[in-house]
Every structure is written in C-alpha cells, then in structure tokens.
C-alpha cells in the first residue's frame, strides 16, 4: 500500500514565509480556517467560519442541503476566494502562496470534471507531471495505486468509457499521487462498491497513520461516524457545532449517551422527531 512520509514546507522563492501568519501551534495545523465569509448577492453562504484541523486527524464536515459544505471546501482549497478571512494549509496562506498550498493538498471533489480522452493510467500520469513528481515515482505510484484499486485492468481504458465508481477511484488516485500533507474529500464514497469502498477506507486510515489531515464532507453519517475523529456541523453557514462523537453526544440536549450520529445531527440544527407519510398510501 502507498504511504506518504512527512514533507518540509518551504516558502516558495521570491515569496513571503506564509506561516509566520498562523498561531504558534502551526506545526500541528494542517489546515485552518479564519473568520471565512462567502455572499452570493443577498445571500450569506458561509458566515464568518473558523475551524482548524490537525495533522493525522480525520475531520468530518457536516451539514444540510445549501449549509455552505462545499463552498467552504472550495474556499479552503483555492477553487473560490472568500468574500473575507482567510485560509491556510500547512501554515501556507492558500491565496498568497496558490501554487505552494496546492502541492501541499489532494482535493476529490464532488462532482468530477476528467479529461474523458484519457486512459486511467495517462490520467493520473498527467497527474504527476502537473505536481512536478519526479518521472520514475509517477510510474512506480500509478502501478501500485491502479492496482490497490483495482483498476489496473481497465487502467488503458478511455475514462469515457469508465462507471460512476471507476471515474471516482482513478480521482482519488490522482489525488493521492503526488503524497499530499492534506486531502480534500467531497463524497468520496458515492457510487463506490462496497470491496472499493473498504480499500479507500483502509487506505485513508494508513494516511492519517502517517500524519495526512483529512477534510471530509458526506451525507452518509454511518460512514462518518465510523471514520472520523473529529467532526464539524455546519448549518446556513454557520458553525453550530464541534467536538468528538462523545464530546457531540454529551452536549446534545437528547436524552442518554447512546444517540448515533444522525440523532446529534438532527437535534443540532433544530429538526424534530417527526412521522412522516403520504396520504395516498394509508
């Protein structure tokens, strides 16, 4: 299996040393955020948010349709700039050093955008030359993660022709490749079988093992509360709520300490335990 030792981050030449922004404990931050603020026209999407996330640690982002999820995600990894505030990713401010914070992070997105006329295995070597991988690590990393995920006999395939499931396993390959300090996940288990989907949970926790920070928004709460050391709830833009799943449950305002995670979840942004059925079936 592929693992990713610890990496020196250096200021880019010709440009500031971003870290001498972050709070003393920047050694241990992999990723923070600071008084984040997006507007869209009359609308707030994310309202002066800050969190931050350690090294090794496995942070789930949670939070209804329209809560600001994937907005903060694309704020953190440079995809959108904040309306205010700021983020950094291993001490690198993302928007004054851009490229720098970019090879330092592996981002899956929701909704992938391939180049289709590409093969699995030219995919994720274009991959590695755009992170400037050295040419002998980009065929060594291709092979072993085409393999661990099963791709390999499809790998000279056209993604064109590829399934939901493999077009999500050959972006989370490319954006393991080049050994990030932080990766970005946004529904990494949609459309996964369930043999792939335990291969990319085994392989996430050999990450983390080794110090990689994972950001990672689901809707699915049993695989977030099985992965994830730490999560956040996040609700029309703000953060309502934070901790560990013990730490959630012995704030939550439900009876008992045995509440999942979807219970915390409904009961922190306010839905109510309610039946609800079609009358057309009764």
């Given at each position: 299996m592929t693992t990713f030792p610890e990496q020196n981050v250096l200021p880019p030449s010709g440009q500031p040393d971003c870290k001498s922004e972050v709070p003393e404990e920047r050694e241990e931050t992999a990723i923070l955020a600071r008084d984040?603020?997006?507007v869209f026209g009359p609308k707030?999407?994310?309202n002066h948010l800050n969190l931050s996330v350690k090294r090794g640690e496995f942070y789930g982002f949670l939070g209804p349709n329209g809560a600001g999820k994937s907005t903060t995600i694309k704020m953190c990894t440079?995809?959108?700039?904040?309306t205010a505030g700021e983020t950094f990713v291993s001490?690198?401010?993302?928007?004054?050093?851009?490229?720098?914070?970019?090879?330092?992070?592996?981002v899956l997105p929701e909704y992938l955008n391939l180049y289709e006329r590409l093969?699995?295995?030219?995919y994720l070597t274009f991959a590695g030359h755009m992170y400037g991988v050295p040419r002998a690590d980009i065929q060594h990393r291709t092979e072993e993660l085409l393999d661990v995920l099963m791709l390999t006999p499809d790998a000279d395939k056209l993604i064109i022709d590829y399934s939901v499931g493999m077009r999500k396993k050959v972006a989370f390959a490319a954006a393991l490749l080049h050994q990030p300090q932080v990766l970005f996940l946004d529904e990494p288990f949609e459309g996964i079988d369930p043999v792939s989907s335990r291969v990319m949970?085994?392989?996430l926790y050999d990450l983390t093992r080794h110090g990689t920070a994972i950001f990672?928004?689901?809707?699915?709460m049993e695989v977030v509360e099985r992965l994830c050391t730490r999560v956040g709830i996040i609700n029309q833009g703000v953060l309502v709520a934070e901790g560990t799943l013990d730490e959630l449950r012995a704030r939550a305002s439900g009876e008992g300490r045995d509440e999942t995670l979807e219970d915390i979840f409904l009961n922190v942004i306010g839905?109510?335990?309610?039946t609800h059925n079609l009358s057309w079936l009764d």
């Open positions: 984040l603020v997006q707030t999407a994310v440079g995809l959108l700039r904040p001490g690198v401010n993302v928007w004054r050093a851009p490229l720098k914070a970019r090879s330092l992070m592996g093969s699995g295995r030219e949970r085994d392989i990672f928004s689901s809707h699915i839905v109510q335990e309610e």
